[in-house]
């Protein structure tokens, strides 16, 4: 196998992986929900990013076990490898399709692969050309929503700078937001917010409290994972649920200050949405682009297939207003995360391919060559048969 297949391999399980473990993630919000269990946002912020984290650590982890289990460092166990499962439950008789119908289905995802990578005509190139045009078209939305960023940092103006943290007023933003460089932190504040001082400290809180929080380099690093997962709808599920998260985590540990009173808080955010909204009108009017990479104070922009921001903003309020989210130690979330874990390691390792051909292998391979002999001696026999009946009787 070359190496190009092996990368293959470990983006196409990567994607899998993602889907599954997202999954579980919204079974398991709607079975809280279903018994009237809040979970705190931050811990449900905390598990997102770090399952994410461990779902891109994965395929190192199955190359890691595999290695250790080659060198008996680790005890034998039954194999979890979904096709090897699919060959056992065969020969036991759950699946009931001919021997060789069922190997070329084993081999689907092998052919598949391989007709994406030498760009076969048809499914082949099609599917690779989607591949392609889809990365480059996101890579280039990509750079050029940092481009945008990098210019509207330009025309900023400094404020205040404290270590690598730099305070920027802006006449150019729609709302306050959090950006970040290779060394160096940025919040940005529009000028008008000057004006309306008691906003200005709880857009600030906000803004810091995203710093604190990691919030702006988890953002930059599944932004720059969008031209590789751009046509996996999980990811796009993942990315909302973070986006959701962080906010409301936000919000709520800000709300927890003792000295930020709840209704100023969110009339702080009517406000800044109002104005975003008429700012965002006016640079459309004027035919500019609005779109950077950076993590806002709330969005002014509708996009497709997502809650609108009214609904967000709505949503955000309803939640601080509620004060019945449970707080467990981390010990516990640690304990009952862990099954989302297992899952993930087992879900990356059952995807990879069999190491050698095993006793079910060779029975298959033994059924599938008495099957062809099978055919093959049927045929004969026909063939046989109709020499016999066409030969002319004898004087």
């Not at 984290?53 to 490898?81: C, K, T």
């Not at 004060?323 to 993930?344: C, S």
């Not at 879900?347 to 093959?376: F, G, Y």
Request: glycine share 6%.
């Amino acid at each position: 196998m070359t190496l190009l297949n092996q990368v293959f391999d470990v983006y196409i399980d990567l994607n899998i992986t993602l889907a599954m473990t997202a999954l579980v993630w919204l079974s398991a919000k709607l079975l809280m929900a279903r018994f009237g269990n809040k979970l705190d946002f931050n811990i449900q912020l905390g598990l997102l990013n770090g399952l994410f984290a461990l779902i891109l650590l994965s395929p190192l982890a199955v190359i890691g076990y595999q290695h250790l289990q080659a060198a008996a460092m680790v005890p034998a166990v039954p194999s979890v490898n979904l096709s090897d499962y699919a060959v056992s439950q065969y020969l036991r008789g759950g699946i009931a399709i001919p021997a060789e119908d069922f190997q070329s289905l084993l081999g689907l995802r092998a052919r598949i692969s391989e007709n994406i990578l030498t760009l076969a005509p048809g499914i082949g190139i099609g599917v690779a050309v989607m591949l392609f045009a889809g990365f480059a078209w996101f890579a280039g939305k990509l750079v050029l929503g940092f481009m945008r960023l990098n210019r509207l940092l330009d025309a900023c103006h400094t404020w205040r700078r404290q270590g690598r943290v730099h305070l920027l007023l802006s006449d150019h933003a729609l709302v306050p937001f959090s950006a970040r460089g290779l060394f160096n932190h940025y919040v940005v504040v529009p000028t008008e917010l000057l004006a309306e001082p008691e906003d200005l400290k709880l857009v600030l809180k906000h803004e810091f409290q995203h710093l604190r929080q990691g919030d702006v380099t988890w953002e930059i690093g599944l932004e720059m994972l969008r031209p590789l997962f751009f046509w996996n709808p999980f990811f796009y599920v993942w990315k909302s649920e973070v986006e959701r998260l962080r906010e409301l985590a936000c919000d709520q540990k800000v709300a927890e200050h003792a000295q930020v009173d709840l209704k100023s808080y969110c009339m702080c955010l009517l406000r800044a949405a109002q104005a975003g909204l008429k700012k965002r009108q006016t640079l459309i009017a004027q035919g500019r682009a609005v779109g950077v990479a950076a993590v806002a104070l709330l969005e002014v922009q509708d996009r497709l297939l997502r809650r609108s921001p009214a609904q967000k903003l709505r949503r955000r309020v309803e939640a601080l207003l509620e004060t019945n989210r449970i707080r467990p130690h981390w010990g516990l979330v640690g304990v009952a995360v862990l099954p989302m874990i297992a899952l993930i390691f087992l879900t990356s390792l059952s995807l990879q391919k069999p190491a050698d051909w095993s006793h079910d292998r060779l029975m298959l391979s033994t059924i599938i060559n008495l099957e062809r002999l099978e055919v093959r001696n049927d045929t004969m026999a026909q063939l046989e048969s109709v020499n016999t009946f066409g030969q002319r009787p004898l004087r």
